[in-house]
């Protein structure tokens, strides 16, 4: 078990940006989850790794309460999940996950991005097959066995464990799994206590790209500023 290889994180925009957006995209995962499985998080695992990853980026009580009662009420908010693929600069490729209200606006702000800064939008299948759809799950290792967790988990799905920082470079325990054993892991690491920080699905890049530092801001200046929109959920690549 080593490191575990992750993509090279887009981070120009301000600090206090960074959060407003992470907390708007935990409060669509809460309605979308609610909408779909009911306000119960005991009977609803997507509403309990909604809740997980709003705890994980400090997203406050009062907006974590305020999301539920807006997905428990009678509000027109309806969220439309859509996937996206495309191209950045020098051929960097990007799997776009969005949720939104008005499907029209989005495909018009991606465009819009691509025209400015470079890259396009790609038909369905054009890069999808370059990355591979993985449930993660990033744990506090403090107390962990790795070895024995290692052992009793991969008979639940495990495929990785490796090692990794949060943005503060808090050190977490990465683990992934095929995405149809999602399900099966989260409830294995449940029902033992781990403290989960975040639990979500992402596209793995099956190989990375290298690019000088010049052509690497080029690719990382489009993908913060599709990050930036408020209909973009998570933006995967596949740049090193």
């Given at each position: 078990?080593?490191?575990?290889?992750?993509?090279?994180k887009?981070t120009?925009?301000?600090?206090?940006?960074?959060?407003?957006?992470?907390?708007?995209?935990?409060?669509?995962?809460i309605v979308?989850?609610?909408?779909?499985?009911g306000?119960?998080?005991?009977a609803?695992p997507?509403?309990?790794?909604a809740?997980?990853n709003?705890?994980?980026?400090?997203m406050p009580?009062?907006?974590?309460?305020?999301?539920?009662?807006?997905?428990?009420?009678?509000?027109?908010?309806v969220?439309?999940?859509?996937l996206?693929?495309?191209?950045?600069?020098?051929?960097?490729?990007?799997?776009?996950?969005?949720?939104?209200?008005?499907?029209?606006?989005?495909?018009?702000?991606?465009?819009?991005?691509?025209?400015?800064?470079?890259?396009n939008?790609?038909?369905s299948?054009?890069?999808?097959?370059?990355?591979?759809?993985m449930?993660?799950?990033?744990?506090?290792?403090?107390?962990?066995d790795r070895?024995?967790?290692?052992?009793e988990?991969?008979?639940?799905?495990?495929?990785?464990?490796?090692?990794?920082?949060?943005?503060?470079?808090?050190?977490?325990l990465?683990?992934?799994c095929?995405?149809t054993?999602f399900?099966?892991?989260?409830?294995?690491?449940?029902?033992?206590?781990?403290?989960?920080i975040?639990?979500?699905?992402e596209?793995?890049p099956?190989?990375?790209?290298?690019?000088?530092d010049?052509?690497?801001q080029?690719?990382?200046?489009v993908?913060?500023k599709?990050?930036?929109?408020?209909?973009v959920?998570?933006?995967?690549?596949n740049?090193?």
């Amino acid at each position: 078990m080593g490191r575990i290889f992750e993509t090279r994180k887009a981070t120009m925009f301000a600090r206090w940006d960074r959060m407003a957006k992470a907390f708007a995209r935990c409060n669509k995962e809460i309605v979308i989850a609610i909408r779909a499985g009911g306000p119960d998080p005991k009977a609803n695992p997507a509403l309990r790794r909604a809740l997980q990853n709003a705890r994980a980026v400090n997203m406050p009580k009062d907006k974590v309460e305020a999301a539920i009662k807006r997905a428990m009420g009678d509000t027109d908010e309806v969220y439309e999940e859509l996937l996206y693929e495309a191209y950045a600069p020098h051929g960097i490729a990007l799997m776009i996950e969005t949720a939104t209200d008005n499907p029209t606006r989005t495909v018009a702000n991606l465009r819009s991005y691509f025209n400015k800064l470079g890259g396009n939008l790609g038909a369905s299948g054009s890069v999808s097959y370059m990355f591979q759809r993985m449930g993660v799950f990033r744990l506090n290792p403090e107390g962990l066995d790795r070895d024995e967790l290692e052992l009793e988990l991969i008979d639940h799905g495990l495929q990785e464990m490796g090692d990794a920082e949060a943005e503060d470079g808090t050190p977490q325990l990465v683990i992934r799994c095929e995405f149809t054993d999602f399900g099966n892991l989260q409830s294995a690491i449940e029902e033992r206590g781990i403290n989960v920080i975040s639990a979500e699905s992402e596209y793995v890049p099956a190989n990375l790209i290298e690019l000088s530092d010049e052509q690497a801001q080029e690719a990382l200046a489009v993908i913060d500023k599709i990050e930036q929109d408020d209909d973009v959920q998570k933006v995967f690549h596949n740049l090193a």
